[in-house]
RNA sequence: GGCAAUGUAGCUCAGUUGGUUAGAGCAUCGCAUUCAUAAUGCGAGGGUCGCAGGUUCGAAUCCCGCCAUUGCCA
């Protein structure tokens, strides 16, 4: 090993304990594990942890449902979060978990020097109660109708419907989402960490540690004021207990990153390495965190103004990325596009997704589009079509002709230098987590291959007598130019690798060694490495998420509060009270936005001899043009109602909670604008 | 509601500090070719760079407003 070996210890996120790994963690692991194996394929001694993160309520309600200890739902979870993570090639040094001795004597440690350093506050705060349950409800778990909008099934901090924020005390005709029982307002004091005292240190510290689209987003943070963070709960909870508070415990979000540490000692202490050379406050060694833009707040703030009032090194970089969106739009369960790791590897290798997300992934925090039909022809073009064709197409020659043996010169010194003269630049690259520019510059060495074999023939010399050298001398070539190519993608795709390898009779595929020849080298039997995507297999990735959220619906109707339970059937009334109600079958002639509306979509309803202009609160559920043409039942006579945007002539009938969860009414076919319901 | 990021060919994306006729891959079409997992090569068509203003000799790029998408609001 060189004298300018790194060491690197690299994070990604910690997934929550209650539920599956899906494409949107995915996209997180593999950006990470394709860095980390290019650190250790350069020689750099790079390791790479994580942790399930295994506190918090909704595991301890999770558990509680399941009729399960937490402890039995958590390593349940690691269990299948592990396989999935393997599956997908995931190289993880080390995946332990929060709920552990080494993550419960650093929390307490690292608590203890905040309170010691007078960076702990108490403040005595009303919250909501569970009465029946007898705990303390977050947010989340305090369910009914906004005080601003009356939109019913609204959480406790903000409505779906008017974009209102509030406290969940506000909330009219409250209940809890666990018991359904009516919430009460109780008093209790809370532990706090005084953010505020850091500003100074973290402003400086946020100017060079995250990207320059993270920088925006934080100094509007830090013009808002640093607000004291919330670090404790009261019992019952699923967590650590703080050590001077009995009946208080640490908030999930205080010991998750610290389990980064706690699962780094676990893998020291295996593996005889020196924890303290990696954490004390003047390591020179480097630490990375891979998260998601939606937790940057957590790793940009909190935990660098932990360590430093910890008295323990900081990050030297938080790498933030986007998310994942389906064709086009977030991922959706009615769509069939939250696509879970398990479904996804029941129909296709790993390494294709590796490949689509390397091919598109940069250093910035966009959001990726996994476009299924692009993913296909991308995989199929570019690895197969491409990368794998050029072994293909001279491997039968060697083989064949030459006993599997290359030639013992390089045929065109001028492209096998352009191909390893990208070894820096791809090197750098993804250094610079770019990887969809090192995929180009890769993918254009595959072209030159194939442009080349294309120029030199050999199956025109094959037929020529005493051009056997020159057929060699040209197989060898494109076999070369393969090899630099699978070394360069040996990151992405580590099990082609492994079959190239075996293919190419080689060990590994050193960073330093790209550059040297294949020169009167045997090589094996050449067995197709890739196969191509097939279209019905991507559709049945779909198909399957569908079948599996139907499921998982009909599971969880049965276990939660009832939709009678929730809303009671309203008092009975006379036939003529109904009948005053006239709803119209109308077809909804155009349906666009509305400017400045979050939440409303204009509709055009014809009702055949007259249109009404009605706004409807769909716009989270329905795009304008997939409405357009169809018809829906409205309430043609309730008065008009004038609003910020333009009179509304009615109302159209949804069902559902909200969000993307709302669903409009459609007649059978046959019923025509106009017509009454009765 | 506030803030941030994003919006470029049918699709997925590049476009460095504003500077000729806006690029690539895939898809489409034509030609060539058969060594290769119907793969490959050559060529062609295709864009008022979200919309509307402004600054400038000159804007995809800078400024303002609006629209849409995604995320955050501890």
């Known amino acids: 090993m060189s004298d300018n070996q790194r060491k690197i210890l690299v994070t990604s996120a910690l997934p929550y304990a209650n539920g599956a790994i899906h494409l949107g963690h995915l996209l997180e692991y ?31 309600l999770k558990a509680d449902q399941m009729g399960i200890t937490p402890q039995a739902l958590i390593d349940q979870t690691s269990e299948e979060h592990q396989r999935d993570f393997s599956k997908f090639l995931i190289g993880f040094d080390n995946f332990y978990s929060t709920h552990s001795d080494e993550n419960r004597d650093f929390s307490a440690m690292i608590y203890t020097a905040l309170r010691d350093k007078g960076h702990i506050d108490k403040k005595t705060i009303t919250q909501a109660y569970d009465p029946e349950k007898e705990m303390f409800l977050p947010d989340r778990f305090v369910k009914g109708d906004c005080p601003k909008c009356d939109a019913k099934d609204q959480y406790g901090d903000n409505c779906e419907k008017c974009g209102a924020t509030y406290s969940p005390v506000e909330l009219k005709n409250a209940y809890s989402a666990v018991s359904g029982a009516k919430p009460v307002e109780k008093e209790s004091e809370h532990y706090f960490f005084k953010l505020g005292d850091f500003e100074n240190f973290l402003r400086d510290w946020v100017d060079n540690h995250v990207q320059e689209q993270m920088k925006n987003k934080l100094n509007e943070w830090f013009d808002a004021g640093l607000q004291n963070w919330d670090i404790s709960r009261d019992a019952p909870y699923w967590g650590f207990e703080i050590p001077d508070a009995p009946g208080k415990y640490f908030y999930v979000w205080l010991d998750a990153p610290i389990g980064y540490m706690a699962s780094f000692k676990n893998w020291c ?67 069939g596009t939250f696509i879970m790791a398990e479904t996804y590897l029941n129909h296709l290798r790993p390494e294709y997704l590796r490949y689509y997300f390397a091919a598109k992934l940069g250093s910035g925090i966009d959001d ?28 039968g020659f060697i083989n064949k002709k030459f006993d599997g043996v290359l030639s013992s010169e390089i045929a065109e010194p001028e492209l096998f230098q352009s191909a390893i003269s990208k070894s820096e ?3 750098e690259l993804y250094e610079t987590r770019e990887y969809s520019k090192a995929m180009r510059e890769i993918m254009h060495i595959a072209d030159q291959a194939n442009q080349y074999i294309d120029t030199a023939e050999p199956w025109v010399l094959a037929k020529q007598e005493g051009s056997e050298k020159a057929v060699q001398d040209c197989c060898s070539m494109g076999i070369n130019l393969f090899k630099i190519i699978c070394a360069y993608l040996a990151p992405v795709l580590p ?24 020169l009167s080298h045997k090589i094996n039997k050449f067995k197709p490495l890739m196969q191509r995507v097939e279209e019905d297999k991507v559709n049945a990735i779909v198909e399957e998420t569908k079948q599996n959220l139907a499921a998982l619906e009909e599971a969880t109707a049965k276990a939660s509060v009832s939709e009678l339970q929730q809303e009671p059937i309203a008092e009975t009334i006379e036939f003529a009270d109904f009948a005053k109600v006239d709803l119209r079958v109308a077809e909804i002639v155009n349906a666009e936005h509305v400017k400045k509306a979050n939440k409303l979509l204009r509709l055009t309803l014809s009702l055949g001899d007259e249109t009404r202009n009605v706004f409807a609160g769909i716009k989270s559920a329905y795009k304008p043009e997939d409405l357009i043409g169809k018809h829906t039942i409205m309430v043609a006579n309730l008065a008009t109602r004038t609003m910020k945007f333009g009179d509304s002539e009615g109302m159209v009938l949804a069902a559902g909670p909200g969000g993307e969860d709302l669903w409009i009414l459609e007649p059978h076919q046959g019923a025509k604008a106009g017509m009454r319901v009765k």
């Open 425 to 427: 630049l791809i090197a």
């Open 495 to 518: 099990d082609v690798a492994k079959d190239a390898q075996a293919f190419l009779n080689l060990d590994d595929f050193a960073w330093q060694e790209i550059s040297k020849p294949l």
């Open 30 to 60: 593999i950006q990470t594990d394709i860095w980390v194996r290019f650190q250790k394929q350069r020689g750099h001694n790079c390791t790479y942890v994580c942790a399930d993160d295994a506190h918090g309520t909704p595991i301890m």
């Open 269 to 335: 202490d295996k593996h005889q390495v020196d924890f303290d050379e990696y954490w004390n406050k003047d390591s020179q060694t480097e630490l990375y965190h891979f998260i998601g833009k939606d937790i940057a707040y957590f790793h940009s703030l909190f935990w660098p103004a932990m360590l430093e009032g910890a008295g323990l090194r900081k990050p030297s970089g938080v790498f933030c990325h986007g998310f994942v969106t389906v064709e086009g739009q977030k991922m959706s369960k009615s769509r």
């Open 368 to 395: 990726i589009d996994l476009n299924l039909e692009d993913f296909r022809l991308r995989v199929n073009a570019d690895l197969v079509n491409k990368v794998i064709n050029i072994a293909s197409r001279c491997a």
